[in-house]
């Protein structure tokens, strides 16, 4: 049995979508899971599959789901960059902060190679976007961006322009210290890493939605520790 989540707290919303292809179908299970402010623990609410591609607008039908009890504490929402959560955040009020291992999964592309050479200095410019407490690092950092995407139009300034458009969302979690927002929605992804692996040889989206319900009742809730969420 899931352990209660605590009823008198703000909370960060941590949220991901995990797609299956069953027969041909595409379903994607919507996975949310909530942080009480000043706590380490991630707790997650049954998983919601809708057919189709993960999209914004069926993000939407899944918060309006959520316990108007719950629902009302949620004060920061964790996502992948997914087009038009950072609107639907705006629009329910939250603290939108994007996820950092997704931004360094579409940059890794074009900065491993940047990394492993002489010239660091793009790699060294998004850590610190992304880490620097100090106004002064994060606003060198913005300049040297800004000018880089400046002087090197297509390739990787445009994902480059994505992110300084998303400035203040890679950085909540800096800006906000009070809310302890994590920096990753990594707590969903780990979950997701057990789920595939008990869903493995199911063959039916019934039988996916059953055993991924139970192995979320069922599981010990997970720690976060720091910016790393780690499986408790």
């Not at 993000?59 to 629902?71: E, K, N």
């Not at 002064?136 to 390739?155: C, I, K, M, T, W």
Request: hydrophobic content about 40%.
């Amino acid at each position: 049995m899931r352990r209660p989540m605590p009823s008198d707290t703000d909370l960060v919303m941590l949220v991901d979508g995990l797609r299956f292809n069953i027969r041909g179908s595409s379903w994607v299970q919507y996975t949310t899971a909530l942080k009480p402010v000043g706590s380490s623990t991630a707790y997650f609410l049954d998983p919601v599959f809708v057919s189709g591609c993960e999209s914004a607008p069926n993000w939407q039908r899944v918060f309006s789901m959520v316990s108007p009890s719950i629902a009302t504490r949620v004060r920061a929402l964790v996502a992948d960059g997914l087009r038009g959560l950072k609107e639907i955040a705006a629009g329910n009020g939250w603290i939108y902060q994007r996820c950092h291992f997704h931004v360094w999964a579409l940059l890794r592309f074009w900065l491993w190679p940047l990394e492993r050479g002489d010239n660091r200095a793009i790699h060294q410019a998004v850590s610190a976007t992304l880490m620097a407490k100090d106004s002064e690092s994060a606003d060198a950092a913005r300049s040297f961006l800004q000018a880089y995407v400046a002087a090197n139009p297509g390739g990787m300034s445009c994902m480059l322009k994505q992110l300084l458009r998303d400035w203040c969302a890679v950085r909540a979690h800096i800006d906000y210290p009070d809310l302890q927002i994590p920096s990753t929605t990594n707590a969903v992804e780990s979950m997701h890493n057990l789920i595939r692996q008990a869903v493995s040889r199911t063959s039916t989206i019934d039988g996916i939605l059953r055993r991924s319900t139970a192995l979320i009742r069922l599981h010990p809730p997970f720690t976060c520790n720091g910016h790393l969420f780690q499986q408790k």
